[in-house]
């Protein structure tokens, strides 16, 4: 069995969710909602209900503990705020190795380079314990800091993707970009020492 993520940085402690957190799950997504929906559709009500959070953070536990998602938060170590939320979902194994990366920021928190060190984070977990091969992460055109955010992690785009989700009714395009565990170790041992 693989272990729980426990990771930390120098300013994020990124792991799923407990019971304990949830009304600070329900105010990350309070307090963000207007901001999350300008590129995501818009979650459903219940997720702002503390009872059904807690359902749902169970919910996540047991998918990771199925091999099928790592859908995590990243907490300030001093506040027990969520700053943002990391998820690495539909896991595909057998020859593939793959998975599906999300992402979301507190709109307080944008250019503080919080998103780029929890997402560097859950890399490092998806292609260290989680022994994944592939990420991939998609993105609207539009969305010019998450295109920047994802090649600057080392994600080399590759395709355009017309009509590819439906957000908000309207099907959008979609920027396709990937990283594998070859390219994440040669950046990771390349970059420059602190």
Same mark, same amino acid.
């Given at each position: 069995?693989?272990?729980?993520?426990?990771?930390?940085?120098?300013?994020?402690?990124?792991?799923?969710?407990?019971?304990?957190?949830?009304?600070?799950?329900?105010?990350?997504?309070?307090?963000?909602?207007?901001?999350?929906?300008?590129?995501?559709?818009?979650?459903?009500?219940?997720?702002?209900?503390?009872?059904?959070?807690?359902?749902?953070?169970?919910?996540?536990?047991?998918?990771?503990?199925?091999?099928?998602?790592?859908?995590? #938060? &990243? =907490?300030? +170590?001093?506040?027990?705020?969520? !700053?943002? @939320?990391?998820?690495?979902?539909?896991?595909? /194994?057998?020859?593939?190795?793959?998975?599906?990366?999300?992402?979301?920021?507190?709109?307080?928190?944008?250019?503080?380079?919080?998103?780029?060190?929890?997402?560097?984070?859950?890399?490092? #977990? &998806? =292609?260290? +314990?989680?022994?994944?091969?592939? !990420?991939? @992460?998609?993105?609207?055109?539009?969305?010019? /800091?998450?295109?920047?955010?994802?090649?600057?992690?080392?994600?080399?785009?590759?395709?355009?993707?017309?009509?590819?989700?439906?957000?908000?009714?309207?099907?959008?395009?979609?920027?396709?970009? &990937?990283?594998?565990?070859?390219?994440?170790?040669?950046?990771?041992?390349?970059?420059?020492?602190?």
């Amino acid at each position: 069995m693989r272990p729980l993520p426990d990771l930390h940085g120098p300013r994020l402690h990124v792991r799923l969710g407990t019971k304990a957190d949830a009304a600070a799950v329900v105010r990350f997504y309070r307090d963000n909602d207007d901001f999350i929906s300008r590129t995501q559709n818009r979650a459903p009500p219940d997720h702002l209900d503390e009872l059904l959070v807690i359902d749902g953070l169970a919910h996540r536990h047991d998918e990771f503990l199925r091999d099928r998602s790592c859908r995590m #938060f &990243a =907490f300030d +170590p001093a506040s027990g705020e969520v !700053v943002a @939320a990391v998820n690495l979902s539909n896991f595909v /194994r057998g020859y593939f190795q793959a998975c599906y990366l999300g992402y979301a920021v507190a709109e307080k928190h944008q250019g503080q380079g919080l998103m780029s060190e929890a997402v560097s984070l859950a890399l490092s #977990f &998806a =292609f260290g +314990p989680l022994e994944l091969h592939r !990420v991939m @992460a998609n993105h609207t055109p539009d969305n010019l /800091r998450s295109g920047r955010l994802l090649l600057r992690l080392g994600f080399r785009v590759e395709g355009h993707a017309p009509r590819y989700l439906r957000i908000h009714g309207q099907w959008r395009d979609h920027v396709l970009t &990937a990283l594998n565990a070859e390219e994440h170790a040669l950046r990771i041992s390349s970059a420059p020492r602190a």
